[in-house]
Nanobody, 122 residues
């Protein structure tokens, strides 16, 4: 079992920045690829970013590429999502997830956090 707890969400003006963190506990963190997903009201959950087990590979949704950066610290069992140049369409609940496969598909992630809300005002 892996427990994931997100933090860092909040209210920010368009053009601003936020840094989301996800702290993991339980099984060895470096076993897992990590992903960030988001879900806006009335919409399906969507992929945001992923990072491989040792951070050598990253992947981003086109909508956030160049604005968001995912990183991880295996020694601290944390993954972060630095979000810059935020837009109103980035408003959503953001979830971190852990899985054995480096993937964009939420079905490949076995463990999920409870989510943290990001609201971008225009």
């Amino acid at each position: 079992q892996v427990q994931l707890v997100e933090s860092g969400g909040g209210l920010v003006q368009a053009g601003g920045s936020l840094r989301l963190s996800c702290a993991a506990s339980g099984r060895t963190f470096s076993r897992y690829a990590m992903g960030w997903f988001r879900q806006a009201p009335g919409k399906e959950r969507e992929f945001v970013a992923a990072i491989s087990r040792f951070g050598d590979s990253t992947d981003y949704a086109d909508s956030v590429k160049g604005r968001f950066t995912i990183s991880r610290d295996n020694a601290k069992s944390t993954v972060t999502l630095q979000m810059n140049s935020l837009k109103s369409e980035d408003t959503a609940a953001y979830y971190c997830a852990a899985g054995l496969k480096f993937s964009r598909a939420d079905k490949d992630y076995d463990y999920w956090g409870q989510g943290t809300q990001v609201t971008v005002s225009s």
